[in-house]
């Protein structure tokens, strides 16, 4: 689900405490990934090999809490890959501009979408995608890096004119550059949001999901920490956690697989931070007051991606929120 990036955090006790409702939507069974690489992206390898063995380890296991009385969900894998490098655009609109590349890749054959299929777009860095969408009547546009994150959405292919049998989405994400490279974490909290709430911009489509959570009430934005897998080649990988209802708490894998050991953490910085498979480890109440104004900021550096912090009783995230370097900025009254 798309939200305000910095709101992707900003959970609270009672959202978390409500879990995440079944709306009778479809989910994603064995997703299979396309990975697009939209521009000059020079870590296609690592990207790749992500998907490849996220989609095939235990990530994928937990998630059959989210089946539904005619799905059942499991493991999945990269399909392919392939790089964009003609009719480059430097800003592109979602709905039309990335819906139209899309969709001219269904009527050309490029890709042929299925029920499985998730197209994750990587741009290349400093290709700015914008987003609008309709919250309390107000039309509320934004762009990447700047007022939103990575997202996942889809396409309706009749819309277009165009008809797979048995094959009514599109489902697809974009993941910005925002100067940091790879974001591990990004990258696999819309893989999982995908499987669990493919449709879910859509109410009529949504599967799980808290629609009362404004601040994005997928199983992914309920969360906020991450989590180390192992891959069948024996390296690890960093992936972000996301709500169990039946733990009732932010997890990983199975709780039998989940180490909860301290790891580190690559969100978009090669910094370390407390990670286990649990969700408090993200907010601490440790703060320090600057030296000009004596107001309660978050201890420590803003170097990780959208962490967010407890600070004289409100909530910090760490952000691009100038568009330049990350900088802590309160976000929301309260922890």
């Known amino acids: 689900m798309l939200v305000p990036s910095a709101l992707l955090l900003a959970s609270t006790t009672a959202t978390l405490a409500a879990g995440v409702p079944y709306h009778n939507g479809p989910v994603v069974s064995n997703i299979e990934i396309t990975a697009i690489f939209y521009g000059r992206v020079p870590y296609q390898t690592t990207v790749t090999d992500y998907y490849a063995q996220i989609t095939d380890s235990v990530y994928m296991d937990w998630l059959a809490e989210f089946n539904t009385p005619s799905q059942r969900i499991g493991r999945g894998r990269l399909v392919t890959s ?6 480059i655009k430097t800003r592109l609109s979602d709905s039309t501009d990335v819906h139209d590349y899309l969709i001219s890749l269904v009527k050309t054959g490029k890709i042929t979408p299925n029920n499985n299929s998730y197209f994750a777009i ?6 700015n995608i914008d987003y609008c969408y309709v919250v309390n009547g107000q039309n509320q546009c934004g762009s990447t890096c700047s007022e939103y994150g990575a997202w996942h959405s889809f396409i309706d292919l009749s819309k277009y ?21 790879f974001d591990a974490v990004a990258a696999s909290h819309e893989v999982i949001e995908t499987i669990s709430d493919p449709a879910g911009d859509n109410p009529a489509l949504a599967a ?13 934005d309920k969360c906020g920490t991450s989590g180390k897998i192992v891959g069948s080649n024996g390296k690890s990988y960093t992936v972000a956690t996301g709500w169990s209802n039946t733990y009732k708490k932010c997890i990983y894998a199975p709780v039998a697989s989940a180490t909860t050991s301290k790891t580190k953490t690559v969100a978009s910085a090669s910094t370390t931070t407390a990670s286990t498979n649990v969700a408090s480890s993200s907010r601490v109440t440790s703060a320090s007051k600057t030296a000009s104004t004596g107001i309660p900021v978050p201890s420590g550096p803003c170097s990780t991606y959208y962490e967010t912090k407890c600070a004289g009783g409100n909530t910090y995230l760490c952000y691009y929120w100038s568009g330049g370097s990350l900088t802590w900025k309160k976000w929301q009254s309260g922890c």
């Open 122 to 127: 990587h741009f290349q860095q400093g290709i």
């Open 82 to 87: 392939f790089n964009e490098t003609t009719n």
């Open 208 to 220: 799980w999901c808290d629609t009362n959570d404004l601040s994005g009430g997928e199983i992914a």
């Open 161 to 181: 004119g165009i008809s797979v049998p048995g094959v009514p989405y599109l489902y697809y994400g974009v993941m910005p550059d925002c100067g940091s490279g």
